[in-house]
């Protein structure tokens, strides 16, 4: 199985910050690597796909890059709203197998 | 517009079975796989099982395999997962989740999710 590890597990930051947030595969996993954004007893939303392309309707303070083994999701400018756990994932083969997960709180 | 409405969760004991559904609606049901993903209390997100559109191949988690079984109604959008010999680890919030026709396949539609909570 791939084994994806995030980091930081947690991550304090201010309403205007930049932040970055770091995904590495066991293996090459090509650009299969996704991100989604988790609030509070809701479900998963996503946010970037195949590592750099923005989903419909999310903000462009949202961007992913990186490829093969190593991978970044940034904001460029935290809103309130994007305090949350994000979390990435391969879909680079089965079994699809999630980060887990950076919890991103107001400081 | 998409929507996936999860059903079937509820408390039992382990060794017990207990059959989730899932009821899809607002897209083309038979052209997109649908998964399973859980996610046990204060913990991350587990992908549990997957089936395609024809329903012909299914995947599994080594955790499930065995035990849980993924199959769909087409007839009636419905996707769902049969969960035999329930262990207290199975307690989660169980999501339903669509494949998007977006390369790589992320999970583009999510239901709201139903809780399965397996205790003595």
């Known amino acids: 199985d791939i084994q994806m590890t995030q980091s930081p597990s947690s991550l304090s930051a201010s309403v205007g910050d930049r932040v970055t947030i770091t995904c590495r595969s066991s293996?090459?996993?090509?650009?299969?690597l996704n991100w989604y954004q988790q609030k509070p007893g809701k479900a998963p939303k996503l946010l970037i796909y195949?590592?750099?392309n923005l989903y419909s309707g999310v903000p462009s303070r949202f961007s992913g890059s990186g490829s093969g083994t190593d991978f970044t999701l940034i904001i460029s400018s935290l809103h309130p709203e994007d305090f949350a756990t994000y979390y990435c994932?391969?879909?680079?083969?089965?079994?699809?197998?999630f980060g887990q997960g950076t919890r991103l709180e107001i400081k | 517009e998409v929507q996936l409405l999860e059903s079937g969760g509820g408390f039992v004991q382990p060794g017990e079975s207990l059959r989730l559904s899932c009821a899809a609606s607002g897209f083309t049901f038979t052209s997109y796989a649908m998964n399973w993903v859980r996610q046990a209390p204060g913990k991350g997100l587990e992908w549990v099982s997957a089936?395609?559109?024809?329903?012909?191949?299914?995947y599994y988690a080594d955790s499930v395999k065995g035990r849980f079984t993924i199959s769909r109604d087409n007839s009636k959008n419905t996707v769902y997962l049969q969960m035999d010999s329930l262990r207290a680890d199975d307690t989660a919030v169980y999501y339903c989740?669509?494949?998007?026709?977006?390369?790589?396949?992320?999970?583009?539609?999510w239901g709201q999710g139903t809780l399965v909570a397996v205790s003595s």
């Open positions: 989740a669509k494949d998007s026709p977006l390369v790589v396949a992320p999970f583009d539609w």
């Open positions: 195949a590592a750099s």
């Open positions: 994932q391969q879909s680079f083969s089965a079994p699809i197998t």
């Open positions: 293996q090459n996993i090509d650009t299969y």
């Open positions: 089936v395609s559109g024809s329903g012909s191949s299914t």
